[in-house]
C-alpha cells in the first residue's frame, strides 16, 4: 500500500468518524486526534521525505488537500452538534402561547364625552370655537334673553331648580347664546360656536329622565346665514356622529328663542326607517330642536336683526348616546358602573 | 289632543289615510303623538237582539237571553247585567272574539248552562271609565233601534274611527280644536275648509233684560252670555255622544255637552250655568277675596286668593273663571235656564290658577295658550242654537257683553326677497303668496313687500318671522336644499385650556383611570367633605329629592359613591376619575357660586386586575396612586418642584396617609387614602383618592422643552446604604443629598427601602444610588469620591445616618 493510497484509507475512515460523533467533546477530541502533532496526516507529511523528489510535491498537495477537508468535515460536523444543541434547547423553552397577556392599566373616556369630543372636532373642523358657561346661571340669561320672560308658558316645559328667585341650574345651554352675542364683535367675522355642558331639570330620575344631562348649543349668525344651512348642518352631524346611512328629516316646533323654530328627526336606529315599535312606526326618532335664531334674541344682545341673523341648535349627547348604543336608562351614565364604563371602547 | 278623522272630513276632501293625514299633520305643523282607532285589537263584536230572557236555575242574579246574532238559530248567552231587558239591541262577543283588555272570549258554561259568547258593557269593549255615559256605567248597552243585527257594531259607536292625537305646543293653540286643524290642514292640501257658522233662531225677549254683567276687563277682556230659557235636559243624541267620548270626554247631559262639545270644535272654552240658581241677575267676574271658599265641580273646596278670577253673583263666587265651575249653580236634571258664558281670560292668570289649584282642565289649558278672540260670539251663538235644538230651549234675544274691544286682523310685512335669503329658498312671488292665501290670510304684493293680514284664528303671528314660518312649513321642510354657512373663514380650534382638560383626561385613562360622571347636586353633608378650601354652600331652594339638594364643593364625595354603587355590586376593583365643576361661595351672603374646574381621582381594589396575582397584595395602596398623580403632574410639565407634604387637616382623610400636592409652594390638591370611618359609612372597601385644582393647574407656567446635548462622557455611580430613624423622611434625604451633591451630581434614585427584622427598633435603611457626570469632561474616580464622600458626611452629620 502506497503512502497515498493509506492516506486515501484514513480519510475514508476519519471522515465517517467525524459523522458519526454525537458531541462537541468527542469531536474535539478527534480533531487532535486527526489533526495534532501525532496524527496521521502530520506522520503522513513527515514519512514524505523517504518519497522520491520528485513525487513529493504531489503527495504534500494531497496530504494537504486531505488535512483541509478533514479540518472541513470536522467544522460542518460542530456547526451541526451546535445548532441541534441549540434546537434542543428551544425546544425546552417552548411556552403556552395561548395562555394570556400580562394586563395592563387602561381606561375608557365616559361615553357621553366620547360623544361630546366627537361633535366638538366635527364643528371645529368647520371653523367654530367652543365656549363654556356657567353652570349656576342667572335668569336673564337662561330665560329673559332667550325671550322667554316671567310667566311665559313655555318656562313650563322646562322645571327648573332655582337658587333664589334669579339665580338657578341652567335648564339649557342656551343661555350661551345670548352671552356669546353680547360679546361678539361682529366687526370680526362671523360667530361660529359651540357650547357643550351640565343642563339641570327639577325631574324624578327614571329611565328617560335625569335631573343632570349634557346639551352642546351650537349658534351661527352672519349676514347671509339660511334655514337651508341649518338643515345642511344638521345633516352632517347625523352622517358624522352616526354614519351615512342616518338622515334628517325637519318638523315644525316651537322654541321662544327660534322662529321658525323645528325638530329635527334622524332615521331609526332599530329599524333603519322602516317603522317599529321603537319609532312607533314613522321609521324616524326625534332627537333634537334648532331654528333660526329669533329676533328678539338678538335684539335683547344688541345684535340688528335686520342685518344679521343665524341658526341655533341644542344636541343632546345623552339622548344621542342612548340611541347610538341602545341604552335604556339614562341613569346609567350617572351611576358610573365599572362593568358599564368600560363597555365602550373608544373607537366602536 | 284627539282630532277625530271622520269629523275632520266633514269639512275636508281628505283623499288620504288617517296614517298619512297624521304624518302630514307633523311634518307640516304639530307633532303628532299617535293614531289609534277605538276598535283596535276588538274583533266579532256583532249586535244582536236579545229575543227573551229567564231566570238561570242556579242563580238569583244571572238570566239566560235568547239572542238573534243574524243567525240561523238564536244564541244562548248567559247575563248578570242589571239591566238586561228582552226587546233591545246589545253588543255581543261571539265566541271566538276578542273584547277590551286582550281578553279572549270563548263559548264556556256558567254554572252549567252554555253561553254562547258574552253581552258586553261599554267597559268591556275598551271605553274608559272616564268616558262613560253615567246611565251606562252599571249595565250593557243598549244600540240604537236601527242597528243591524249581525253586523259589527263598531260603527254604531263611533269605533271605527280613527284618533289623531296632537301634541301641540303652547304657540299653536289654535290647533287644539277641530276647527283649527281643519284650517291648518285646509293650508297644507290647498282645499278651502267647508266651516259652518250658526244661524240663531231667537225669541223676542231680551237676555239683556234677564242678566246684568259686572265685569273687570283687566281680568277678563271679552266677557259675553246667552241665555237659554225653558230648556229639557237629557241625555245627547248619539252622534253627539260618539264625537265626546272618542275626544275622551264624557257625555254627562244634552247642555253641558254642547258646551264640551264647542269646545272640541271652536277651541272657546265655555261655561254653562244654572240661572235660576244665581242669587239676584247681576254676574261679576272679578277677583277672588283672599281666603274665599268655592266648591267646584269635582267637589273639591277650594281656598282662593286675588290672584284667582272668580265668576260670582252678588252673594258668592259660582265657578273658578277659565278653570272649573262651581258646584252649587251646576246644570242638572231639573235645570231650565241656563247661561252660558263666553270669555276670553288673562293666560298668565289662569295658567298661575291652575297651577296653584292643580287643577289643569281642558278649559284652562285652551286658556293658557290663548283662544281666538275674534271667535267668541261664534261660540256662544253656535252652543245656543244648539240648546235650541237638542234641548229644545228658547234663546233670548242677544248677547249681552261685559266686556269686549275691538279685535283686529293682524297686518305683517315681509319681502319675498326675506323670505329666500332666511329661508334659502329660491321661491317666485306667486309660490309665496299662494302659501298666504292656503292660509287664509289676505295678502297684497307691492313690489317686493307683502303685507300680509292675518285673522284673529292664528293669535300666534305678530313679526315677519312668523310670516317666515308658515311660508317653511307649508311649503315643506323637505323642499328646503341642504348646504353648509359660507362667508368668512373662520378659526375653529380648542383654547388652550381646553386643550390641557382634555389632556389631562386622556393621560388619567392612559394612566388606567376610568371616566365617571357622577351628579354635581348632591346632599349637604357629602357636598362639604375633603375641602380644599373653605367655602359656604350653595343649596337649591326646592329640591326634588334629600339626595340632591346642594352643589358640590368637592369631587371626591360624588366619586366614592360611584364606588358604593360599585362594591353594593361586587365590583371591588374601580378605578374612576372626574374633571368637572365644584361650586365655591366665598361667604353666605354671596348668591352666586364661583365654579372651578378639578380633576379626582379614585381607586379601590386593583388598578390592574390580573387574576393569577394575589388580589390582596396587587391591591391599590398610596404609592400607586401617588405614582398615577406623580406621572399625570410630570406629563403637564408644570415648571417649579412637586412636594408632597403629610397632612392631617382632612377630616374624611386617613391622618397617616394623606399628602397636600404643592407645586413651587402652590396648593393644588391633596391625595391618600380615605378615613377608614367616612369608607364604612360610605359602604366602601379600602379606596385612595386625590383631587387637585385643574383650574390652578392650567394657569400654572409650564416648562419650555429645550434641547439637551447628551453627553459624550460617561457617567459614574455610587451606591449609599443608610441607617436612619423611621421619622426621617425620603424627602429630607434626597433634599440633603442634593445639597451638598456637588456640580456633577446628575441624578439620586432610591433603590431600595427595608425596614424590619435584622434592624434596629425605631430605624428604617434607605438604598440610593447617585449618579455623577461631567457634561464637558471624563469624571475621575478621585473626583467622585470626594464629592461622595462630602454627601455621606453630611448625611451622617446632619440626620444622623449611619452608612452601612
Not at chain 2, 75 to 100: M, T
Not at chain 2, 423 to 429: E, M, Q, R
Request: proline share 4%; aromatic share 8%; glycine share 8%.
Amino acid at each position: 500500500m502506497t503512502l497515498r493510497d493509506q492516506l486515501e484509507k484514513i480519510r475514508q475512515e476519519r471522515e465517517q468518524n467525524i459523522k458519526d460523533v454525537g458531541d462537541l467533546k468527542k469531536l474535539d477530541a478527534l480533531r487532535v486526534e486527526l489533526l495534532g502533532k501525532k496524527g496521521p496526516i502530520t506522520q503522513a507529511l513527515r514519512s514524505m521525505r523517504d518519497l522520491p523528489a520528485e513525487e513529493r510535491p504531489q503527495f504534500g498537495q494531497f496530504a494537504n488537500r486531505v488535512r483541509d477537508e478533514l479540518q472541513t468535515t470536522i467544522e460542518r460536523r460542530r456547526d451541526e452538534l451546535k445548532q441541534a444543541m441549540l434546537n434542543k434547547e428551544l425546544q425546552e423553552e417552548k411556552i403556552d402561547v395561548t395562555l394570556p397577556g400580562k394586563p395592563v392599566a387602561q381606561g375608557q373616556p365616559h361615553v357621553i364625552q366620547q360623544i361630546i369630543d366627537q361633535i366638538e372636532d366635527l364643528f371645529i373642523g368647520m371653523g367654530y370655537q367652543v365656549l363654556t358657561g356657567p353652570e349656576v346661571e342667572e335668569d336673564k340669561y337662561n330665560f329673559e334673553m332667550m325671550n322667554l320672560p316671567k310667566d311665559h308658558p313655555a318656562r313650563d316645559m322646562q322645571d327648573t331648580f332655582y337658587i333664589t328667585k334669579e339665580i338657578l341650574m341652567r335648564t339649557q345651554t342656551s343661555p350661551m347664546q345670548a352671552r356669546t352675542l353680547e360679546k361678539h364683535d361682529f366687526s370680526q367675522g362671523p360667530l361660529k360656536m359651540i357650547s357643550p355642558g351640565v343642563v339641570y331639570r327639577r325631574d324624578t330620575d327614571d329611565p328617560t329622565h335625569s335631573h343632570q344631562f349634557h346639551q352642546v348649543e351650537g349658534i351661527v349668525i352672519d349676514k347671509h346665514i339660511t334655514m337651508a344651512d341649518l338643515k345642511g348642518t344638521l345633516q352632517l352631524v347625523a352622517h358624522e356622529l352616526f354614519g351615512d346611512r342616518f338622515d334628517i328629516r325637519l318638523r315644525p316646533s316651537y322654541f321662544p328663542f327660534t322662529e321658525p323654530s323645528v325638530e329635527a328627526d334622524i332615521t331609526c336606529f332599530n329599524c333603519g326607517g322602516k317603522g317599529c315599535a321603537v319609532c312607533k312606526y314613522t321609521g324616524w326618532i326625534e332627537v333634537l330642536g334648532a331654528g333660526m335664531v329669533h329676533p328678539n334674541v338678538l335684539k335683547m344682545a344688541g345684535v340688528d336683526p335686520e342685518v344679521f341673523g343665524g341658526f341655533a341648535f341644542g344636541l343632546g349627547p345623552d339622548r344621542f348616546a342612548m340611541l347610538k348604543y341602545g341604552v335604556d336608562d339614562i341613569r346609567n351614565f350617572y351611576l358610573n358602573d365599572v362593568r358599564f364604563l368600560t363597555q365602550f371602547s373608544k373607537k366602536g | 289632543m284627539k282630532i277625530s278623522y271622520n269629523w275632520l272630513k266633514e269639512y275636508l276632501d281628505i283623499q288620504v289615510s288617517p296614517k298619512d293625514l297624521a304624518e302630514k299633520i307633523e311634518r307640516s305643523s304639530v307633532e303628532v303623538d299617535s293614531v289609534t282607532q277605538p276598535s283596535d285589537g276588538l274583533k266579532k263584536l256583532v249586535v244582536g237582539k236579545i229575543e227573551s230572557l229567564r231566570d238561570h236555575p242556579d242563580s238569583d242574579h244571572l238570566k239566560i237571553c235568547s239572542v238573534d246574532v243574524g243567525e240561523e238559530e238564536l244564541s244562548e248567552i248567559v247575563c248578570g247585567a242589571p239591566n238586561v231587558e228582552a226587546g233591545h239591541k246589545v253588543i255581543v262577543a261571539l265566541p271566538g272574539s276578542r273584547i277590551g283588555g286582550n281578553v279572549k272570549i270563548k263559548r264556556s258554561k256558567m254554572r252549567g248552562v252554555t253561553s254562547n259568547g258574552m253581552i258586553c258593557a261599554l267597559d268591556e269593549i275598551g271605553f274608559g271609565k272616564d268616558v262613560i255615559p253615567k246611565e251606562w256605567s252599571d249595565g250593557i248597552y243598549f244600540l240604537p233601534d236601527d242597528a243591524k243585527i249581525g253586523e259589527p257594531v263598531f260603527s254604531y259607536l263611533g269605533m271605527d274611527d280613527h284618533l289623531i292625537d296632537v301634541d301641540v305646543t303652547p304657540n299653536r293653540g289654535d290647533m287644539l280644536s277641530v276647527y283649527g286643524v281643519a284650517r291648518d290642514l285646509g293650508a297644507i292640501y290647498a282645499q278651502k275648509p267647508k266651516l259652518n257658522h250658526p244661524s240663531v233662531e231667537e225669541v223676542s225677549s231680551l237676555a239683556a233684560d234677564k242678566v246684568k254683567l259686572d265685569v273687570n276687563a283687566d281680568l277678563a277682556p271679552i266677557y259675553k252670555m246667552r241665555i237659554v230659557e225653558n230648556v229639557k235636559i237629557q241625555p245627547s243624541p248619539l252622534w253627539l255622544q260618539i264625537k265626546l267620548w272618542n275626544a275622551g270626554v264624557r257625555p254627562i247631559n244634552n247642555v253641558v255637552d254642547v258646551t264640551n262639545y264647542i269646545l272640541l270644535k271652536y277651541g272657546q272654552p265655555l261655561h254653562a250655568f244654572d240661572f235660576n240658581k244665581v242669587s239676584g241677575n247681576t254676574i261679576y267676574a272679578r277677583q277672588a277675596y283672599e281666603g274665599e271658599k268655592l266648591t267646584t265641580l269635582d267637589e273639591e273646596e277650594r281656598e282662593l286668593d286675588a290672584k284667582d278670577i272668580v265668576i260670582a253673583d252678588s252673594d258668592k263666587a259660582i265657578a273658578l273663571a277659565g278653570v272649573m265651575g262651581g258646584l252649587n249653580s251646576e246644570i242638572d236634571d231639573r235645570t231650565t235656564t241656563v247661561a252660558i258664558e263666553s270669555a276670553v281670560f288673562m293666560p298668565t292668570m289662569i295658567r298661575k290658577t291652575a297651577q296653584r289649584h292643580n287643577l289643569h282642565t281642558s278649559a284652562s289649558q285652551h286658556f293658557e295658550r290663548g283662544v281666538d278672540r275674534g271667535g267668541v260670539d261664534e261660540a256662544v251663538d253656535a252652543a245656543a242654537q244648539m240648546m235650541h235644538e237638542l234641548a229644545d230651549g228658547d234663546i233670548l234675544k242677544g248677547i249681552v257683553t261685559g266686556s269686549s274691544y275691538d279685535v283686529k286682523d293682524e297686518v305683517v310685512q315681509v319681502t319675498l326677497s326675506r323670505v329666500n335669503h332666511v329661508l334659502g329658498t329660491h321661491l317666485k312671488s306667486d309660490q309665496v303668496s299662494a302659501i298666504f292665501k292656503q292660509l287664509g290670510f289676505g295678502v297684497t304684493l307691492d313690489g317686493d313687500t307683502y303685507t300680509v293680514t292675518v285673522p284673529s284664528t292664528r293669535w300666534d303671528i305678530h313679526i315677519a318671522a312668523d310670516l317666515l314660518e308658515e311660508v317653511a312649513r307649508i311649503y315643506g321642510y323637505d323642499n328646503l336644499p341642504a348646504t353648509l354657512p359660507t362667508g368668512p373663514t373662520t378659526l375653529g380650534k380648542l383654547t388652550e385650556k381646553q386643550i390641557l382638560i382634555r389632556d389631562s383626561r386622556r393621560l388619567f385613562e392612559a394612566l388606567g383611570l376610568n371616566q365617571a360622571i357622577s351628579y354635581a347636586l348632591t346632599t349637604e353633608e357629602k357636598a362639604g367633605q375633603f375641602m380644599m378650601r373653605k367655602s359656604a354652600e350653595t343649596q337649591l331652594s326646592w329640591p326634588m329629592t334629600n339626595d340632591h339638594t346642594t352643589l358640590r364643593m368637592n369631587l371626591i364625595s360624588g366619586l366614592l359613591d360611584d364606588v358604593a354603587y360599585n362594591n353594593a355590586r361586587y365590583v371591588k376593583d374601580v378605578a374612576l376619575y372626574e374633571q368637572g365643576r365644584v361650586f365655591y361661595k366665598d361667604s353666605a351672603d354671596e348668591v352666586r357660586p364661583s365654579e372651578h374646574e378639578h380633576i379626582a381621582g379614585a381607586i379601590s381594589g386593583q388598578l390592574v386586575v390580573d387574576p393569577l396575582q394575589n388580589a390582596k397584595r396587587n391591591a391599590v395602596n398610596f404609592y400607586q396612586l401617588k405614582g398615577i398623580v406623580e406621572q399625570y403632574l410630570q406629563n403637564l410639565a408644570i415648571e417649579g418642584d412637586i412636594e408632597f407634604v403629610a397632612t392631617d387637616r382632612y377630616p374624611e382623610m386617613h391622618p397617616g396617609r394623606t399628602a397636600d400636592i404643592s407645586i413651587h409652594g402652590h396648593n393644588v390638591g391633596f391625595i391618600g387614602q380615605v378615613h377608614p370611618s367616612v369608607a364604612e359609612a360610605y359602604k366602601i372597601n379600602e379606596t385612595y383618592v386625590f383631587e387637585l385644582n385643574l383650574d390652578a393647574l392650567l394657569e400654572m407656567p409650564k416648562k419650555m422643552n429645550q434641547y439637551q446635548p447628551i453627553s459624550k462622557y460617561p457617567a459614574i455611580t455610587r451606591d449609599v446604604a443608610l441607617l436612619v430613624d423611621k421619622n426621617v423622611t425620603n424627602a429630607q434625604i434626597l433634599a440633603q443629598i442634593n445639597k451638598k451633591g456637588g456640580a456633577y451630581l446628575k441624578s439620586v434614585h432610591l433603590f431600595d427601602v427595608y425596614q424590619g427584622k435584622n434592624l434596629p427598633n425605631g430605624k428604617q435603611s434607605l438604598a440610593y444610588t447617585l449618579t455623577y457626570q461631567n457634561p464637558n469632561a471624563t469624571l475621575t474616580d478621585e473626583e467622585v469620591t470626594k464629592a461622595f464622600d462630602k454627601v455621606q458626611n453630611s448625611l451622617v452629620s446632619e440626620l444622623g445616618a449611619e452608612i452601612r
